[in-house]
């Protein structure tokens, strides 16, 4: 963490599941384990709301994405997924070497909960499409593992693999999909690494208009020249 935060109230963690690594269905912890993990907040060290940090004082650079605030790291690459008609901007690609970690954040209810419901939305879609999305730990509390077939340039059967990370905030939700070979390693297991500190500085700031529940907030292209679109 490279900045100061604000005392806040810890939240209860969503129950622990355990999965193996077969690719058998995920299984739901015993009640002793989900007791155990009540006072566990996958929030502690970030991602941030933007009421819980103070950055009097801080000369660390960041760009402003509109409801996001993010810090770039030394080699990162920056790309913006979006409606180039309408210049509306769905989704922001952090990258490096050869893994990328795409950001979006959704408006979520005070009653929270969302990052569960998108995180069996996710599973039921690649079942859908014919692939497989295990459960398991990771540096965030659960995350998905996806496996999804795809074709390759000459027809040939292919994999995309990917990593969600899912975590619920004050009325928001924000998901990070790791791609590349960072999707590869477990946990904070190079090259995820750099992937899982820059998620963890990444300070949210929603709005108080009202919104769906699930609803994406879309994003603002930083004031920067050079910025992909």
Do not use: C
């Amino acid at each position: 963490m490279i900045f100061g935060r604000r005392d806040r109230a810890v939240q209860p963690d969503e129950a622990d599941l355990t999965a193996s690594e077969d690719g058998t269905e995920p299984e739901t912890a015993d009640g002793a384990d989900e007791a155990s993990t009540v006072s566990h907040d996958p929030r502690a060290d970030g991602p941030f709301d933007a009421s819980e940090v103070d950055l009097t004082g801080d000369a660390v650079s960041r760009l402003a994405l509109g409801p996001l605030t993010i810090t770039p790291f030394e080699g990162m690459g920056l790309q913006f997924q979006g409606d180039t008609q309408t210049q509306t901007i769905y989704s922001a690609l952090a990258m490096h070497e050869n893994s990328g970690l795409q950001l979006e954040l959704f408006a979520a209810p005070t009653s929270g909960g969302l990052a569960d419901e998108l995180r069996e939305d996710a599973v039921e879609e690649a079942e859908q499409q014919g692939g497989t999305a295990e459960v398991q730990d990771g540096p965030f509390g659960l995350e998905l593992k996806r496996v999804l077939p795809m074709e390759g340039p000459e027809g040939e059967q292919l994999f995309h693999v990917s990593r969600v990370w899912l975590v619920d905030g004050p009325r928001w939700v924000l998901r990070g999909t790791v791609m590349g070979q960072a999707a590869l390693v477990a946990g904070e297991e190079e090259p995820a690494d750099v992937f899982a500190e820059f998620f963890r500085n990444v300070i949210v700031h929603r709005d108080d208009a009202p919104r769906v529940p699930g609803e994406l907030i879309t994003l603002v292209l930083p004031d920067l020249p050079g910025a992909e679109g």
